[in-house]
């Protein structure tokens, strides 16, 4: 088979598996977001929409400015409904079995959440969205001509799963009125707004550099679980500063640590993207 029918053939099959994460994703995405807003005022749920498509709209044009859409339209449509749709069906099924389990035992109040947010809720919703990331990845793998293509395969299905999350924060937060909104979309839609997609994204690279750039299995594995230790452990961080930062300051400390984490995860991305480009073009 030649190079080009093996290209055909990817394409095909990524076809198949991107129709097959939508059709999942439909479903589960209306059943998330009927879910966040049942119940509270039209008002509310425009808002709070509102509010979760701000920062997602800010990552697609820079993810289309990037890639251009690569491998295709339809991935990017299947990465984005998986994370909203069933990525965020698993994790929270996942989490809510896992905090009970948790909550059962003797550990005290404070341990509780740290062991759910820092340790189970990350390797969870990690597990969650790497699934699809995994499922398009495999896909595309004749298709994809660089790394960083998988990452923002990764990144989108993030992006995704942070749209549909966040938007049942919004809700919970105009509670206290718009001023309770505007806290929540300065912590969760500026200072992390991205990190769902850096999560993921980091997965989904090293896992299409191992698919297209590892020279045999063992450094494959290495690569893979490397990536999935790294997205785990940088959820993890993100999480943990909740706990660590002072009260009073609690806003600046987590964008000073979160802020240069995006802010070296975007270059990277733009670099890897940009220099394979600059060697197509040579």
């Not at 749709?85 to 009970?100: F, K, M, R, Y």
């Not at 509780?112 to 699934?131: C, F, N, R, W, Y």
């Not at 940088?234 to 009260?247: D, I, K, R, S, T």
Request: aromatic content about 10%; proline content about 2%; hydrophobic content about 55%.
């Amino acid at each position: 088979m030649t190079n080009a029918q093996h290209v055909r053939a990817s394409s095909r099959t990524l076809t198949v598996c991107s129709v097959i994460l939508i059709i999942v994703g439909i479903p589960t995405m209306a059943h998330e977001v009927i879910g966040a807003i049942y119940g509270v005022t039209t008002s509310t749920a425009a808002l709070a929409v509102s509010a979760s498509c701000v920062s997602a709209f800010v990552g697609l044009v820079f993810f289309v400015w990037l890639a251009r859409f690569a491998p295709s339209v339809l991935s990017w449509i299947a990465a984005f409904m998986w994370g909203t749709g069933g990525a965020l069906i698993i994790a929270g099924i996942g989490n809510g079995v896992t905090d009970a389990a948790v909550q059962s035992t003797s550990l005290g109040g404070e341990t509780t959440d740290v062991m759910t947010s820092v340790v189970s809720g990350p390797l969870i919703e990690e597990t969650a969205k790497g699934i699809g990331a995994l499922m398009l990845i495999l896909a595309a793998r004749r298709a994809l001509r660089h790394p960083a293509q998988g990452a923002v395969l990764g990144g989108l299905v993030g992006l995704g799963f942070a749209w549909g999350e966040d938007i049942g924060y919004y809700v919970s937060a105009l509670e206290d009125g718009t001023g309770g909104l505007g806290q929540a979309f300065l912590i969760r839609g500026v200072l992390g707004g991205f990190g769902h997609a850096i999560y993921t994204g980091v997965f989904a690279y090293f896992l299409a550099w191992a698919l297209l750039r590892a020279r045999n299995a063992f450094v494959e594995i290495l690569a893979v679980c490397g990536g999935f230790v790294g997205a785990v452990l940088l959820h993890a961080q993100a999480n943990g500063v909740g706990f660590l930062a002072p009260e009073d300051s609690w806003n600046l400390t987590y964008g000073a640590i979160e802020l240069p984490v995006t802010a070296v995860a975007i270059a990277l991305l733009v670099w890897g993207v940009r220099r394979r480009r600059a060697t197509l073009e040579a």
